[in-house]
């Protein structure tokens, strides 16, 4: 995450100016559909990636702190709205797109499921001696 508000060059800004509203995408997946030819691999490569890094942690909160879903979808989206004002904000070179909170919270949902069916796995109910299970 730290590398999402790493400056590619020239610094960090302190205030908001014309040429950082003009790096702001709110149409999704605009870079995806709207060029000739279809999207360059660093589209895809980027979009993947933002959900590996989000599906890694609600892996992680729901795994070790059996949150709900609503908790880790809010929990993502919160952090990929955060990452992304982050770079409107700190940095002069980097776009901000909804892309990036789309892929936060499919990572997001990709995380919580996995989080879910291991933690399934790894919890066992304890048996009650002299009681037998009937299938439901």
């Known amino acids: 995450m730290f590398l999402t508000l790493w ?27 709207g060029r000739q030819g279809g999207p360059g691999i660093n589209t895809g490569v980027e979009f993947f990636s933002n959900i ?40 002069s070179n980097r776009s901000v797109s909804i892309d990036d909170v789309i892929a936060a919270v499919v990572g997001g949902l990709i995380g919580f499921a996995v989080g879910a069916l291991l933690r399934r796995l790894l919890v066992t109910q304890p048996s009650v001696p002299g009681k037998t299970s009937t299938p439901a």
């Not at 003009?22 to 559909?33: C, G, N, Q, Y």
Request: glycine share 8%; no cysteine.
């Open 7 to 33: 400056p590619k060059s020239g610094g960090y800004d302190t205030e908001l100016n014309d040429e950082q509203y003009s790096r702001i995408s709110l149409i999704p997946f605009a870079e995806w559909f």
């Open 52 to 91: 590996a890094m989000f599906a890694a942690g609600a892996f992680l909160v729901r795994l070790l702190l059996n949150k709900s879903l609503a908790y880790t979808v809010a929990f993502t989206t919160a952090a990929g709205v955060i990452t992304e004002l982050g770079q409107l904000i700190l940095t």
